[in-house]
């Protein structure tokens, strides 16, 4: 039997200095609202995509505003394969009062089940609701929305690949943000013949929940510098610690668990050789740890889920 390990002594709550740093609404985001709002009657349904390991939490309720639940609407969990199938059920569960369309994705997998399943439910929906000035259009157009870097360019490729046998059709990119605003009418599929309308990653302008913000953080959906590399490691190894994730422990090859951020990226430091060669007051040539680079490599165990499939939500479901 695995013996237990005594966290007892661990913080509780995670206090952050800077909350300022969790505020962050581009000039484009704004603009981008306003253009999705624009668009709205040559839509017919709306895609919007979030990352898995943030279901609750990392939401934008500005989009209920912006698309006004008129149109048909499907929640697409994407990066399932980061989470722990037990927690499908239960985000399903928890979300259901607000939507009756879930599905999870992994962009990745061309056989996942719920790339399978998006266009034929797509169609389902805008051939059962009102189409208003769409009526008797033989091609359906659909808007895709969500928060930076949850995988919205990497949905509309995959769907182009699988429909289509070529994908690349929008940019994808590992910061935030990248897709600048509405595009032109993006082929999905051919029969039946779908289009997408790709748009800017949109936050809400002030995240009002700091731990909220930095669960997003930690999914690289703010760039990491706007909060500091440092910082969102901390918080992650206080949330593996009060969640009893201690597969970081194996992974960086520690001695046991810690709290203390600075002990762990010391011994990241040592393992990888991450030093910063430096002189001290003597004019002296000394080594000391790189903690940023070491933070950064913590960050990315964790967005490829290497330290475990971890849903940020669990005590929230």
């Known amino acids: 039997m695995a013996q237990k390990i005594n966290t007892s002594n661990f913080r509780s709550v995670f206090k952050v200095l800077d909350k300022e740093a969790l505020h962050w609404f581009p000039g484009h985001m704004g603009k981008g609202l306003k253009q ?48 722990q199938r037990k927690y499908v059920d239960r985000i399903k569960a928890n979300l259901n009062d607000k939507y009756e369309n879930i599905i999870f994705t992994n962009c990745k ?36 929305i969500g928060i930076p870097n949850v995988g919205k360019s990497s949905l509309v490729n995959a769907l182009r690949v699988k429909y289509l046998g070529k994908g690349h059709a929008t940019p994808v990119g590992a910061s935030p943000g990248i897709t600048k605003s509405v595009l032109t009418k993006i082929k999905i599929s051919e029969e039946p ?15 009002q929940n700091i731990e909220a913000g930095l669960k997003l953080s930690l999914c690289a959906t703010l760039q990491d510098h706007l909060v500091g590399e440092t910082v969102i490691a901390d918080y992650l190894l206080f949330h593996l610690n009060k969640y009893e994730h201690f597969k ?11 709290d203390d951020i600075l002990v762990v990226l ?17 004019n002296q040539y000394i080594f000391r740890p790189d903690f940023h680079l070491a933070a950064k490599v913590m960050l990315k165990a964790f967005r490829t889920g ?5 849903v940020l939500d669990e005590g929230l479901l």
Request: one cysteine or more.
């Open 266 to 282: 010391t011994e990241i430091c040592k393992r990888y050789k991450m030093m910063i060669k430096m002189k001290n007051s003597l």
């Open 36 to 83: 999705m709002q624009n668009k709205l009657r040559s839509v017919d349904c709306i895609f919007e995509v979030h990352d898995a390991r943030v279901p609750i939490s990392g939401r934008n309720d500005e989009f209920q505003h912006t698309i006004g639940g008129i149109k048909p609407h499907i929640l697409i969990l994407n990066k399932v394969d980061l989470i």
């Open 248 to 258: 970081y422990v194996k992974y960086f090859q520690l001695d046991k668990p810690h």
């Open 193 to 207: 013949l779908f289009y997408m309308l790709d748009t800017p990653g949109i936050l809400a302008p002030n995240v």
């Open 109 to 144: 997998n061309e056989k996942c089940r719920g790339l399978n399943e998006l266009l034929p439910l797509a169609e389902q929906l805008i051939m059962n609701s009102d189409r208003f000035n769409r009526v008797g259009e033989e091609n359906f157009n659909v808007m895709i």
């Open 306 to 310: 290497e330290l475990g499939h971890i």
